[in-house]
Structures are given as structure tokens and as C-alpha cells.
Antibody
């Protein structure tokens, strides 16, 4: 069974870069059946898709975040990474790593809370 | 891109049936599959309906999904409500390499 585990810095200062990694276990990160993505949820609010990386490396990002987001895969480490630059308090959220297939999210990580504050 | 709109909250009594709707603001609801996720407090979401009306293994048949082209909306119906169904429910669709979520509906079972 696929398992996803996010690691988080917890606290990031405004204007800095948020970096998260997701370790994939129970399955191959190279499986062409899966895409990998990040989804976030501000406290008390709904889900927001951040972006997706496909097998082969193509990436697609939420237009509202596109200029600040980079998603990458480190195959040797079985990790998916997220970088979000120039963060503000509005980026405070729980960040979920996810595996996607077809049009749906199949598996979610437990989520990592990131707070943006000085 | 399109948006998916859900009512903020709904409440119903145990044993009853509730329907949660998700309306697409542009483009046809039938153009792209709709999924539904359940999120209990403090937990990650889990999928309860995929491809409009398909139930993953392990999801009770009390959960069903449908789409209605006339109202351009998708619906999640939960019958025989149980207190364990109390959760937030999110619809989601996909188009042009974008995944779109609805704002979520809080279901209270009381």
C-alpha cells in the first residue's frame, strides 16, 4: 500500500521560500501509473490544488501560484519536493502530498502544517 | 478555468438521506469526471466517489454519486446516515491539466 510522508520546516518567515519533501514508500515513485502532486488547506478552509508532476517530469501548476511554485521528483530518494517562494501569511496551511491517477487523488499524505510568521 | 461551488453546510438526522451538490460555473459538468472526498476532523481526505458515480472498494453502498446536466451539477447522496458520516465533503474535477476542488460542505449528523 502506497504511503506518503511529508516533512516540514513548521515555521517559515515572510518573503522566504517554503520547502517541503514527501517520501514515497510502499510503491515505486517511477510507476508510470501515478502522478505526484501537492494540495494545501489553510486553517479552517477548503482544499487548493497546488500542482502536479507527471511521469517523465512534466509539471502543471495552479495558475494562481504558478509564478512561485516548483515541484520536482528525486527518484533516488523516492521523494517529491515542493518549493514555494516569497511566502506570506496567506500561505499558512496544511500541505498534503498526494498521488494521483487519471483524474483523481488516490492517496494522501497525513499533511504538514506550515506557518508563515516572523 | 472553471469553478465548483458547494453549499457551506447541511445537517440531517441519523438514518435519513442527505444530498450534497456541486455546481460547475462554466463548461459542462459532463465534460470531465467528478470525484468526491470525505475529510473527517484532523484527518486527510479520502475518496468516496470517483468518475461521477463509481465507489472505491471499502466505501459503503450508502454513498452514491450522480451528475445532472440540466443544472450543470454533481451530487453526492448518503443514505442511512450514521454519526460517523459527519465530515467535510469536497467535490473535485479535472480539465486541461488542472485539478479543481469545490469549497467543501460540512455535513452535521445530529
Amino acid at each position: 500500500q502506497l504511503q506518503l510522508q511529508e516533512s516540514s520546516p513548521g515555521l517559515v518567515k515572510p518573503s522566504e521560500t517554503l520547502s517541503l519533501t514527501c517520501t514515497v514508500s510502499g510503491g515505486s515513485i517511477n510507476n508510470s501509473s501515478y502522478f505526484w502532486g501537492w494540495i494545501r488547506q489553510p486553517p479552517g478552509k477548503g482544499l487548493e490544488w497546488i500542482g502536479t508532476i507527471y511521469y517523465g517530469g512534466n509539471t502543471y501548476y495552479n495558475p494562481s501560484l504558478k509564478s512561485r511554485v516548483t515541484i520536482s521528483v528525486e527518484t533516488s530518494m523516492s521523494q517529491v519536493s515542493l518549493q514555494l517562494t516569497s511566502v506570506t501569511a496567506a500561505d499558512t496551511a496544511t500541505y498534503f502530498c498526494a498521488s494521483l491517477s487519471g483524474v483523481q487523488v488516490d492517496c494522501w499524505g497525513q499533511g504538514a502544517l506550515v506557518t508563515v510568521s516572523s | 478555468n472553471f469553478m465548483l461551488t458547494q453549499s457551506h453546510s447541511v445537517s440531517e438526522s441519523p438514518g435519513k438521506t442527505v444530498t450534497i451538490s456541486c455546481t460547475r460555473n462554466s463548461g459542462s459538468i459532463a465534460s470531465n469526471y467528478v470525484q468526491w472526498y470525505q475529510q473527517r476532523p484532523g484527518s486527510s481526505p479520502t475518496i468516496v466517489i470517483y468518475e461521477d458515480d463509481q465507489r472505491p472498494s471499502g466505501v459503503p453502498d450508502r454513498f452514491s454519486g450522480s451528475i445532472d446536466s440540466s443544472s450543470n451539477s454533481a451530487s453526492l447522496t448518503i443514505s442511512g446516515l450514521k454519526t460517523e458520516d459527519e465530515a467535510d465533503y469536497y467535490c473535485q474535477s479535472y480539465a486541461n491539466n488542472n485539478w479543481v476542488f469545490g469549497g467543501g460542505t460540512k455535513l452535521t449528523v445530529l
